[in-house]
C-alpha cells in the first residue's frame, strides 16, 4: 500500500513534467516568447509535486504507527491498565500487536483479539487514507502548477531555488544526525546519572553492571564504577600503540625515502588492504591465531597469560592500525620543502642523518596528529575487542591480564533484551557519552594539529 | 668536500677535517643501514601478518568449502507416509532402515541401538527426503537414491579434523562410532561434493545444514538502503559545499562537522539507531532497512569527501566556459561539473559501501545478530547481515562452525576485493588527467 503511494507519486511527478512541458512548448508554438525553456517549467511543476507530497509521506509514515495504538488504546475495555507498571502495560500493547501481526501464542483473551482486529483494521483504514491524500494533494498540486505556465514565470529560477533548497538540506543532514547523537546520548546518560551518581560512574573502581532480577535478591546489587573499564581501554590501547607506531612510523620512513620507486609502488597499496580488512576479520583472527599462539610461547617460557589477554586483542589491533599511521607520517614526510632535504644533503649529511635530524623532526606536527588519530580510532575500536578481550572488569596495567574495554561492555550491555529503564541498559550510553567526547576532543586536536602543520608549509 | 676546503683555514686544518669525515663515513653509513634495516622488518613484518591472516583463514576455512554426505537408497515406505498430509510422516525411520542395511546386526527398530548409527547423519537428512517427497509426491511406495548431509562430528572425521590416533577418551567420537563411519566408507556411499548449503540456505543450530543466504540476502538489502539514501544526500551535500555555500560561519561549521562525523566510533552511530530509531520512532528490531539507514549516516561523511575531491579535480576553465556560454550556475553543475566528476564520485561511493559491507559493531546494537533460519523477503523481516554472522559462528561452541566462520569470512573478503577492484577499475578507466 506505502509502495502504491510511492508509485502514485511517481506517476504524478512525472505527469506534472509533461504536461507543463507540452503547455510551454505550445505556448512557445503559438508565439508567445516565454522567459524559460520549456523544460524547465516542466521541472519546477515536477519538483512542486514530488518534492511537498514525499515530505508529508515520510511524516506520515513516522507518525502513522504512534497515531493508530493510540487509537487502538482509546478502544481498550476501561481500567486494563489500572495498577500496572510500564513494562507491564507496554506487555499488552506487544502482545496485542503480535496478534495483528498474526503470531498468535496460545488461547488470548477475547478483548485482546478484538483489539487485535481493530488495529489491523485502523492500519487499513491509515493505508488508504494516505494513498487517497497523496491522490488530492498530488491533484492539486499538479492544478496548481500548470496554472503557473504563463509567459513572464520565471521557471528556471523557481526550479532552481527548489533544487538549491534541496542540497542545502542534504548538507544539513550531516548536522543533523551529530545533534541526533549528542541529544540520544545525552538523554539516556542524563537518566543513568539519576539512578547512579554521577561521582561513583567516574570514580568508582568496581565496574558490575548487574541489576536484581528479583526485588529480594541482595546479592546482586550491581557497582557501576567506570575506572576499571577506561583502564582497560587504555591498556588495550597502549598495545595497539606499542606495535602500530614504531613498525608505522619505520614503514613511512623506507617507503619515504629509501624504497625504490617500484617497492614503494607495490608495497603501499599492499598495505592499504590491512586497513580496508573488516574488523570482525581481525577479532576472529586474534581468537583464532594470534591468543593461542601468544598462550603457547608464553607456556614455553614458563609464564602464565590470562587465554583473553590485552596482548592478543592490542597486537591485532596495532597491526590494523599499520596503515593509517604508514599513511599519515608518510605524507607528513611527504609535506616538508623539498629546500630542507637538500640542504642538509648538500651539507654532507647522509640520507639516514637528513631522515632522522631534519625531515623527522620537521614532520612531527603531522605525525602526531596522525597518531592521535590512531589512538581514536583504538579506543573506538568495537568488533576486536569484543571478541578477543575479556568481560570482567579489572583494576590492573598488566597486559598478560585478561581485561574488559568500554566498547566491549556497551555492546555486552546491550545485546539481548534492551528496557530503557535500567541502569544496566542505560549505563552503556553512559560509556558511549564518554567515547563520544573521548574520540571527539582528540579528533578535533589532531585535525587541528594537521593542518595548522599543513599551512605553515604550503 | 674535500676538493672545496678554503684556502684559510690551512692545509693542516683541512687535512685533519677531511680525515674526521673519512673515518666517520664508515659508521655513518652503517647507522643509515641500519635505519634501513629497521625499515625493511618494518615492512617485512607488517606484509607477514597480511600473510598469516590470510593464510590462516585460508587453511582453516577450505574445509568447509566441502561437505561430507552419506548417499542412501531410501525406500519411502507408503505405511509411514500420511497422504493427507505429507509433511508429516515418519521419514526418520525409513532413512533409519536404509541405513540399517549396511549394519545387519543392529536392531533398527530399537531406538537407542540405532541411534548409534544415525548419528552419522545430520538431523537435517529427514527434511531433505520430506523435501524430496513433498516436491514429487509420485516417489511414494518407490526406491530413491538420496544424499543426505554427515553430522558435523563425521564431517570433520571425513576431513581428518578429528584425528584417529588421539586416545578415545580425548576424542569426541569414540571407536565404535568411527567404526560404524568406516562400514559405510567401505561400502563406498561416503562423499565429500561442494557445500551449496553454503550459500543455499540461511542459519542453523548445526554447522552441517548452516549457510549464509538469510545473511547474503540480509546484506544485500541493508547494503540497498544505505545506498538509495546516502547517495543522492551525500552528492547533494557534497555539489552545496564545494559549488554554492558561501564562506561563511555555518559552512565553516558543517565541514568541520562532516570531518568529525567521519571519525565518530561505529559503535555510537550503533546507539543512536538503538535510541532513535528503535526506541522513539518504533522501528523493528534486527531488520535490514534500520541497518541500512544506520550504515548510510556513516558512510555519508565518506561520499561527502570523496564528491567534494572529484568536482574539485575538474578544473574551473570547464565552469568558466559554460558560464560564458551563457548557462546558469546549477546548469554548469549538472550539465558540466558533475558528468565530469562522476568516475571520481562513484569510486568514492564504492568504497565507502565495501566499508559498510565490513561493519558489524553498528549492526549488532540494533539486533541483526538474531538467530534467524530463512532468508528475508524484504527489508522489514528481521535478518542477518554477513559480518553479524560471521560474529554468530565465531561465537558458537561447535567446532564445524571455525571452519564455516572462516569460509563465511573469505566470502566476505572477496565481496570487498571484487568491489574494490571495481572501483580501481573506474579509476584507471575514467580518471581524467587535466
Known sequence: MVLFAFLLLFGATMLAYFVNRRAALSMRAGGARLHSLESFHGLFAALSVLVPVFVGILFWLVLEGAVVDLFMLRGLPAGTFDGLDSGASQLIVAEIKSIAGGRVFGTPEAWKIEAAERLVRYHRIADWLLVALVAITAAILLWVARRSVVEQFRARQGAERIVLGLMIFCATVAIFVTIGIVFALTFETIKFFQIVPITEFLFGTSWEPQIPIREDQVAAEGAFGAIPVFLGTIVISAVALFVAVPVGLMTAIYLNEFAPQRVRKSV??????????????????????????????????????????????????????????????????????????????????????MMLNVLFPAAIPGIVGGVLLAVSRAIGETMIVVMAAGLIAKMTINPLDSVTAVTVQIVTLLIGDTAFDNPKTLSAFALGMMLFLATLIINIFALRIVRKYREIYD | MTDITPEQTGSNRSR?????????????????????????????????????????????????????????????????????????????????????????????????????????????????????????????????????????????????LIKRDTPEENRRLNDAAIA???????????????????????????????????????????????????????????????????????????????????????????????????????????????????????????????????????????????????????????????????????????????????????????????????????????????????????????????????????????????????????????????
Open chain 1, 268 to 353: 603501499k597499496p599492499v598495505l592499504e588492504i590491512l586497513a580496508g580488512v573488516p574488523t570482525v576479520v581481525y577479532g576472529f583472527f586474534a581468537v583464532l591465531t594470534v591468543a593461542p599462539a601468544i598462550r603457547q610461547f608464553a607456556a614455553s617460557i614458563g609464564v602464565d597469560v590470562a587465554p583473553n589477554t590485552a596482548l592478543a586483542a592490542g597486537g591485532v589491533m596495532g597491526i590494523m592500525l599499520i596503515p593509517f599511521i604508514s599513511s599519515f607520517a608518510d605524507d607528513a614526510l611527504s609535506a616538508v620543502p623539498r629546500s630542507l632535504r637538500d640542504g642538509a644533503l648538500a651539507l654532507g649529511a647522509t640520507r639516514g642523518e
Open chain 2, 16 to 160: 685533519s677535517s677531511t680525515e674526521l669525515v673519512r673515518q666517520s663515513l664508515a659508521r655513518r653509513n652503517r647507522k643509515q643501514k641500519v635505519l634501513q634495516g629497521f625499515g625493511i622488518a618494518a615492512i617485512f613484518f607488517a606484509l607477514s601478518m597480511l600473510v598469516i591472516l590470510v593464510g590462516s583463514l585460508i587453511s582453516t576455512g577450505y574445509p568447509a568449502f566441502t561437505q561430507t554426505h552419506v548417499e542412501l537408497e531410501v525406500f519411502v515406505d507408503p505405511e509411514e507416509v500420511d497422504t493427507e498430509n505429507l509433511s508429516r510422516g515418519n521419514y526418520d525411520d525409513m532413512i533409519a532402515a536404509s541405513l540399517g542395511a549396511y549394519f545387519p546386526d543392529v536392531d533398527m527398530s530399537s531406538r537407542i541401538a540405532s541411534r548409534e548409527v544415525t548419528q552419522v547423519l545430520s538431523s537435517g537428512a529427514q527434511l531433505k527426503l520430506r523435501d524430496r517427497v513433498l516436491a514429487d509426491p509420485s516417489l511414494i511406495g518407490e526406491t530413491i537414491t538420496i544424499k543426505v548431509p554427515a553430522s558435523d562430528n563425521f564431517d570433520q572425521l571425513n576431513k581428518g
Open chain 2, 180 to 434: 560404524n563411519f568406516d562400514t559405510l566408507d567401505a561400502a563406498g556411499v561416503i562423499s565429500a561434493p561442494l557445500n551449496t548449503t553454503l550459500i543455499t540456505s540461511a542459519d542453523s543450530r548445526f554447522p552441517e545444514l548452516a549457510g549464509l543466504k538469510g545473511a547474503l540476502v540480509g546484506s544485500f538489502w541493508a547494503l540497498l538502503v544505505c545506498f538509495v539514501i546516502s547517495f543522492p544526500l551525500g552528492i547533494g551535500a557534497a555539489i552545496y559545499l564545494e559549488e554554492f555555500a558561501p564562506k561563511n560561519r555555518l559552512s565553516d561549521i558543517i565541514e568541520i562537522n562532516i570531518n568529525n562525523l567521519a571519525a565518530v566510533p561505529s559503535v555510537v552511530f550503533g546507539l543512536l539507531a538503538l535510541a532513535v530509531f528503535l526506541n522513539w520512532f518504533g522501528m523493528p528490531r534486527s531488520a535490514p532497512i534500520v541497518g541500512g539507514l544506520t550504515l548510510a549516516l556513516m558512510t555519508l561523511p565518506t561520499i561527502i569527501i570523496a564528491t567534494r575531491a572529484a568536482l574539485k579535480a575538474v578544473p574551473p576553465s570547464i565552469r568558466e566556459a559554460a558560464l560564458g556560454v551563457g548557462a546558469s550556475k546549477q546548469q554548469v553543475v549538472f550539465h558540466h561539473v558533475l558528468p565530469l566528476a562522476m568516475p571520481g564520485i562513484l569510486t568514492g561511493t564504492i568504497i565507502g559501501m565495501a566499508q559498510a559491507l565490513g561493519e558489524t559493531a553498528p549492526l549488532l546494537l540494533i539486533g541483526m545478530n538474531a538467530f534467524i533460519t530463512s532468508a528475508p523477503s524484504g527489508p522489514f523481516d528481521s535478518a542477518t547481515a554477513l559480518p553479524t554472522q560471521i560474529f554468530i559462528w565465531a561465537d558458537s561452541p561447535e567446532r564445524g562452525f571455525v571452519s564455516r566462520t572462516s569460509a563465511a569470512i573469505l566470502v566476505l573478503l572477496t565481496f570487498l576485493i571484487f568491489m574494490n577492484a571495481i572501483a580501481i577499475y573506474l579509476r584507471s578507466r575514467f580518471e581524467r588527467k587535466w
